[in-house]
């Protein structure tokens, strides 16, 4: 571990670290005409490649522990973690001590210790901070009007690609993909249509994280990537989103692919319908693989997200019922942390889930990742609707904020119904 790390991870006061976490900030976005322009200029392709999303130039309020957990829950990951990987890995914990703050609606910004971190960690950070922070603007973009019925999923491209079931035999004919993970995007985007069960719109996301104030170069990057993947032709809606994280603060850019040559088009999500029956559980499909492409997409990518549900709380046979066979074939398994159950006397929800157990300067942190009990019996069940309709019941809880008054407890709730509690016990 490097001497910046340490620092980042150790020296931090947990009470106020906690406090920090659970602090709305304001993170400043920028997506105008002349941020386009701009980046289009460093791009070989046509102008107008990239355009602004008028509803994202904005100022979003957020909990730096959602980004935290959005950064767990959109990460692929294919070691299940044991105390050691945890302790090494786990987004909670890593940068903990990352952010500055504890003034409400104060700008999102990094503490002394993030903002010291050197070298090649410092990439690190950047880059998966600024994963969090694109999933949080991707959710905005994919949902303007913040409507609780509406569940926005990132989903790794090569976690859907790769299912054999759906996707995969479409690559080379309907789908055509980069072949390497520079020339295509990071994630598709699926969002629930709110008036209908069996509807979801489609796009991708490239997520850019930087310590540099402008990452101009990063979004013309980000712009070629988004037009990796096409379906029949045609490229999907897409969202390029940078973040700058430095001690000045933390700040971001976004913009997305046009319909059509001209600067002002804006991307008109469509909605798509799917089957349900296609999306049965590997374990109990018995219907055919989905018709129409966009919808072998949606449902590759629906089963991967809750694949990695099961994945992030620890739940071998939720992943075992989802997961493509590729993702079962390099899932490598190294032991398991302490499997747990929690229960939020405030709202009488059930957890299940993992906890690791970690020592830190001034006491010790517990740090819990699980989902929702009905959520995990609904997905070891394998009944798409069932878990459709729980995820959407789960929507409006995913706003609300536990922070005891002692600061010793903090929990954060996805709009998919996964969650992470970290509780922190003081030394005297």
């Known amino acids: 571990m490097s001497p910046n790390h340490s620092r980042l991870d150790w020296k931090v006061n947990l009470r106020q670290a906690l406090q920090v976490l659970d602090t709305i900030s304001s993170l400043k976005v920028t997506s105008t005409p002349a941020l386009a322009a701009s980046v289009n200029n460093l791009s070989s392709g ?34 299940e973690p044991d105390v050691l990987v945890a302790y090494e890995s786990w987004a909670q914990w890593r940068y903990l001590g990352a952010f500055d703050g504890g003034v409400k609606h104060n700008p999102m910004r990094l503490s002394s210790a993030g903002d010291a971190v050197r070298g090649n960690q410092r990439r690190v950070m950047s880059e998966e901070l600024g ?17 609780p019925r509406v569940i926005v999923r990132t989903v790794d491209v090569d976690a859907a ?10 690559v080379g004919h309907q789908i055509t993909l980069g072949r390497a993970s520079n020339q295509r995007p990071d994630y598709f985007v699926i ?72 600067l002002d088009a804006i991307p008109k999500l469509r909605a798509i319908e799917v089957d349900l029956d296609s999306l049965a559980s590997r374990r109990t499909r018995r219907g055919q693989p989905s018709k129409g492409v966009e919808e072998s997409l949606i449902t590759a990518s629906l089963s991967a997200s809750w694949a990695r549900l099961g994945d ?33 006397e405030g709202s009488g929800l059930g957890y299940v889930g993992t906890e690791v157990r970690i020592p830190v300067r001034g006491g010790r942190l517990t740090v819990f990742t699980g989902i929702e009990s009905e959520l995990a019996d609904a997905l070891n069940g394998g009944d798409a609707e069932k878990i459709l309709r729980l995820q959407r019941s789960n929507k409006p809880r995913a706003a609300a904020r536990e922070h005891d008054q002692e600061g010793a407890t903090l929990l954060a709730h996805s709009h998919d119904g996964s969650v992470i509690i970290l509780e922190a016990e003081f030394a005297n």
């Open 312 to 344: 992030v709380s620890g739940n071998e046979a939720v992943f075992e019922a989802w997961a493509s066979a590729d993702a079962k074939r390099h899932r490598k398994h190294v032991g398991m942390t302490q499997r747990s159950e929690k229960r939020d």
């Open 46 to 79: 046509p102008v107008g490649d990239l355009v602004p999303v008028p509803h994202l130039n904005t100022t979003l309020l957020l909990r730096p522990v959602d980004v935290l957990l959005a950064l767990t829950t959109g990460t692929r990951a294919l070691i």
């Open 161 to 170: 690609i790769a299912d054999t079931d759906q996707v995969s035999a479409l």
């Open 131 to 147: 994963i969090g922070f694109s999933i949080k603007i991707a959710e905005h973009w994919m949902n303007q009007k913040a409507d």
């Open 191 to 262: 969002a629930d249509d709110p008036d209908s069960l069996t509807k979801f719109s489609l796009g991708t996301l490239e997520s850019k994280g930087t310590t540099a104030r402008m990452n101009l170069s990063q979004l013309s990057s980000a712009n070629h990537q988004l037009k990796g993947i096409t379906v029949n032709g045609s490229v999907l809606p897409g969202l390029a989103a940078g973040t700058m994280l430095n001690g000045a603060g933390v700040t971001s850019n976004a913009l997305q692919l046009p319909t059509s040559p001209t």
